[in-house]
């Protein structure tokens, strides 16, 4: 029997221990219907007006918020419809961050630290996982539950089945080969001639400045913000002309410039009167 030596490769006594700086995290997946309804409602940011940042944690971009802001947003008279009718509804700060707490435990959401930009000013901030877990106002929390997995799978098969598509377009009938080339050709047709009006308008234009004295527009709502339709109507138009100063206006203002001027002086005659007396 040797002796026992203790020593750097000692393991005599040592205990399976979790590694500094980790937190065990639950799946959100498995959570019950109504906490996966109250997470998907804080982040909707329609309903809920809950306001969430970009940062960064392990190298990996991820959207984080404030406490506050998940509470303010749980008080309000829209989170009552996403709650089944036998739920009582948070009517306090302090029932709202009851429910946090919950989401916190299933796996939703993470406490975090915040750090400095990464880069300049209003960039994403450097987050760093707290060491203690805690529901409060004041701390930031990282979504871990990204929404229900059909939409990740849908927009996938789409991927896939777009780019199954494109890579087996030599194998396709002929008949759609040739649809697909008629079609291509007829938007390259649509936008030269887009193009060709809008060069011939300009070219109409610059030769009407010389010509006219106000400048001519063929199709002039070609491009402002409206529809289709109404950037072609009307056909043509013309230049607003400049305004002009009218002669009421003119003589008016020498009117009131000589009003002026009797007014100014009348208090000079007034007072040489009085001194002749």
């Keep these: 029997m040797s002796d026992h030596v203790h020593g750097p490769n000692c393991n005599h006594g040592q205990q399976q221990q979790r590694p500094a700086g ?3 995290v639950n799946d959100a997946q498995q959570a019950p219907p109504l906490f996966k309804s109250i997470a998907s409602y804080l982040r909707d940011e329609k ?3 809950m306001r969430t940042k970009q940062g960064v944690i392990n190298g990996k971009r991820i959207e984080y918020f404030k406490g506050k802001s998940a509470v303010n947003a749980l008080l309000k008279e829209n989170f009552a419809k996403v709650l089944p009718k036998d739920q009582q509804v948070p009517k306090e700060r302090s029932d709202a961050i009851v429910v946090l707490n919950e989401l916190g435990k299933l796996g939703f959401i993470l ?7 990464i880069g300049e000013k209003h960039s994403p901030r450097q987050l760093a996982v707290a060491p203690t877990q805690e529901m409060n106002e004041n701390n930031y929390y990282v979504w871990l539950w990204e929404g229900p997995k059909w939409g990740v799978y849908l927009r996938a098969g789409l991927l896939i089945a ?10 396709w009938p002929s008949f759609l080969r ?5 079609l291509s050709m007829g938007v390259l047709g649509l936008l030269g001639v887009f193009f060709g009006i809008a060069i011939v308008r ?6 009407s400045l010389i010509v006219l004295p106000r400048g001519f527009w063929l199709f002039p709502n070609l491009f402002a913000d409206c529809g289709v339709i ?4 009307p056909f043509y138009g013309w230049d607003e002309p400049k305004a002009k100063k009218s002669p009421s206006s003119t003589s008016t203002t020498v009117n009131e410039k000589s009003a002026g001027s009797d007014v100014t002086h009348s208090p000079r005659s007034t007072t040489i009167e009085a001194v002749d007396e």
């Design 111 to 117: 406490c975090v630290s915040r750090g400095d930009y």
């Design 47 to 49: 309903q809920s007006a």
């Design 178 to 182: 040739l649809g697909v080339w008629y």
């Design 162 to 171: 777009g780019i199954l598509t494109a890579v087996l377009f030599p194998l």
């Design 202 to 207: 300009l070219i109409l234009y610059v030769l």
């Design 230 to 233: 109404e950037s072609f109507i």
């Design 22 to 24: 980790t937190v065990q």
